[in-house]
């Protein structure tokens, strides 16, 4: 598909030379996310100002001309994968804080800003902005929104949508919108920053987002422990979540998981360890001991192999030595993973894990898993070679059983990943054609040419 | 208007005698809420199961019968008044919990439960459910969810949208959804769970919520601080809320109110106090010391008059006696009081009661403010006397210019009471004509016969 000549004189109204690319070699690297599909669009522009995201989507809009957003393409979906070529807007220039009030925790910034970036400005200030995924050196605040995309404290401070005061959105019919409002309470008509919030790029282009800043504490203690078995695990997640020192990380690795280090490093373990804890608190340095006596009596149960707390920095990197050497492992032993982000209910995780195996086992597939236990948050990882014959099929077999099983289990498909295009096609079997219907009349609404991201996130018809 | 026969007699198949009024003198009592607005429903029924909500539904929509949910009639705006009359659908009778999850932390109710009683069911497991409007011995959790109304608490724990997972709910096209998930995390779809919560009856009814849990703390302490002005206490409260010891409630009083509480009975306060704000802060007991050590330096300024730290349950009842005195002392000196909820960014508070002092002069009208003052969210006491000639042309005047003040400052309309009918008429003062438009191709989407709460919460063409 070429973009017409008249529609294609517009961009070079809006975007000055270096702002726009249109060779193919250019183009190409923006076509892509971590999902490692790519796709060549047709053009790349880079807009700085909200009035030239405004012109673009209303030139894409009048000349039906598909425009993907896209932040870092750190995302794992395919969801900044522009499916139809067209135009990506890549918002990596449009980076700016503009304004910062401590005074009433909040900061605008427009999209591009990295997370990182983000945590640095308001860290001399006292301050942190809750979501916190593992890329967050890389990736963007653009695209933590469009994801809802979150982290390990997410347990206790929870995602994008908890931590969003408003937004500047342009829609895909090109008309400007401003949501929410610059305070932490406000019911004047429907939530539509939520409702932005996880659309993936398929309802607005976000332009500005007003953050609710969280004040530092003053300190953070970390804590591990050691399970027989899942089962005894579960048990103490459910118990951690249910008193009063809730946890600013709660992750857990499966036995797979622990084995699989202990073939290729140190893990440090007791012998029998079939699930592991990494417990993190924060708050005043007063409040630890009390905090860590308390989710010690609630991780104490009969699974129970070994609980240490970090005395020093040291040991800190100690106890999570087991957790950070397993991606490299997980990249040593399989040249490809599928690396899921599933969610059940924290009762149903030794269901899920027994099932997870069983599938392992029958597939003759290799599954670890380790993730955001306190919200039931798990990654599966799936590691299989597509170099071998069937072995891709076999894969996606598995991932359709095991989709299959976090629904009965009445989990998610995706806690913090999003659906993009890789699980586009089993969104249906999550939600209800009631819902799925509205779902698709907002995208309507918000889209008529649909011309953003167009059959991403649900499937449109 | 009379309800059609055949409509009636299809009302008769689902309801059984008992749970259908069609006699003025019964449903009358059903037509208003605490907007002291009352409008003669046609009908009143009674649902107690979901299928006859739904069935109802249904019903209403195939005859376009208008129908009106109402949970216990303490809302404040008329968003439960039956304006075109119908069908008023009291959700007073289905009241369970359907499901109770300690492990996973979550309760699935039905929406007629009322704050108080879902209250009472979980604190012996250690639980709460951080909602908690003044009315909470009556008010249900519908109307909560109806609304996203809050109350102190929702400085430090949020407001429904924050505490919700999802909903079952009937569409006003007699459709069935399920939002939303049973985790903590999720993010397959679009959410519709927020965009329900809040839209005040609109959209959908709601007929099942599953709520997000929080662990009782261990103890709470009060403390008092008492400001020689507004401007000093603003200056304290950004200083509390940027410090690490989020207090569990930071509300505050102005001096007129405390002018107001001494003329009637005994404040207790410094002379020249101008200013007060009573903090609360939750936790572990051993984390109180540092907690308070740091609300004290925070609350600490040139215009800090006292510092008052409870330390036993008498002198705790002492600190909120003046705020305690407050609504008897209002109902004593004032025939009638408009009471709004605005917001503003908490620096900006002083610029506001400056601005409401100099309304209230020049009005000749009596202004007294009070409210959540960590949120920014205050409640603007006008009072008049209605049987005085032009005296509620002038307040409602005097409304109009604050809402404009509200408006210049970033602020919203309100915080927590919603919408309804009371302002509805502003709220295109507040929203953009972008969005409003977005939001009634929404409500036509879930609602194509606009029987649903018919020009509520914002004005529907």
């Known amino acids: 598909m070429a973009l017409p000549a008249p529609f294609l004189a517009r961009l070079k109204e809006v975007f000055p030379a270096g702002a ?8 190409w690297v923006y076509g892509y996310d971590n999902s490692k599909r790519q796709v060549l669009p047709e053009a790349v522009v880079f807009p700085t100002r909200h009035e030239q995201a405004a012109a673009l989507v209303r030139a894409c809009h009048e000349y039906k001309i598909p425009l993907t957003a896209r932040g870092r393409g750190t995302g794992t979906t395919g969801a900044t994968v522009p499916l139809f070529g067209g135009v990506v807007a890549s918002f990596e220039r449009m980076d700016r804080v503009l304004e910062f009030s401590p005074d009433n925790r909040y900061i605008v910034v427009e999209p591009g800003i990295t997370n990182q970036a983000l945590q640095d400005y308001v860290k001399p200030h006292g301050f942190f902005w809750p979501p916190d995924p593992t890329s967050a050196a890389f990736c963007s605040v653009g695209g933590n929104l469009a994801y809802n995309s979150a982290g390990p404290r997410a347990v206790k401070y929870g995602t994008p949508r908890d931590n969003t005061l408003g937004l500047r959105a342009i829609t895909g019919a090109g008309e400007e919108i401003r949501t929410g409002v610059y305070t932490t309470k406000g019911v004047v008509g429907y939530d539509l920053t939520r409702l932005l919030i996880g659309s993936e790029g398929t309802l607005a282009l976000i332009t500005e987002a007003t953050l609710k800043l969280t004040p530092l504490p003053e300190t953070r203690r970390t804590l591990r422990a050691v399970y027989r078995d899942v089962g005894a695990a579960a048990q103490a997640i459910a118990k951690i979540m249910a008193q009063p020192a809730v946890p600013c990380a709660l992750e857990f690795i499966d ?20 699930a592991l804890l990494m417990i993190e608190v924060d708050g005043f340095k007063q409040a630890m001991a009390p905090q860590i006596d308390s989710i010690r009596a609630a991780a104490d149960n009969a699974g129970l192999l070994e609980f ?4 020093t920095q040291e040991e800190v990197e100690a106890l999570w030595q087991t957790r950070k050497a397993l991606s490299p492992t997980l990249r040593k032993i399989a040249p490809k993973k599928i690396n899921e982000d599933v969610v059940v209910p924290v009762t149903e995780l030794p269901v ?16 670890v898993n380790f993730g955001h236990a306190g919200n039931g948050n798990i990654h599966v990882n799936l590691l299989y070679d597509p170099g071998k014959p069937g072995e891709d099929d076999k894969a996606h077999a598995c991932l359709d059983e ?15 990943h999003g659906v993009g295009i890789e699980k586009r096609d089993y969104v249906d079997r999550e939600l209800d054609a009631a819902s799925l219907k509205l779902m698709h009349a907002i995208k309507r609404q918000f889209d008529p040419e649909g011309i953003l991201n167009w059959h991403k996130g649900f499937p449109m018809a």
């Not at 140190?266 to 012998?271: D, I, K, M, Q, S």
């Open 20 to 27: 726009l690319f249109t060779d193919p070699a250019d183009c």
């Open 255 to 274: 036995g797979n998981a622990i084995d699989m280090v202990r073939r290729y490093s140190t893990a440090g373990l007791p012998e029998q360890a079939g």
């Open 308 to 311: 240490r707390v970090a005395e």
């Open 352 to 367: 899920l894990i027994a099932g997870l195996n069983e599938l392992s086992a029958r597939y003759g597939l290799p599954i």
């Open 402 to 416: 095991m989709f299959g099983l976090v629904l009965r289990l009445r989990g998610t498909l995706s806690g913090e």
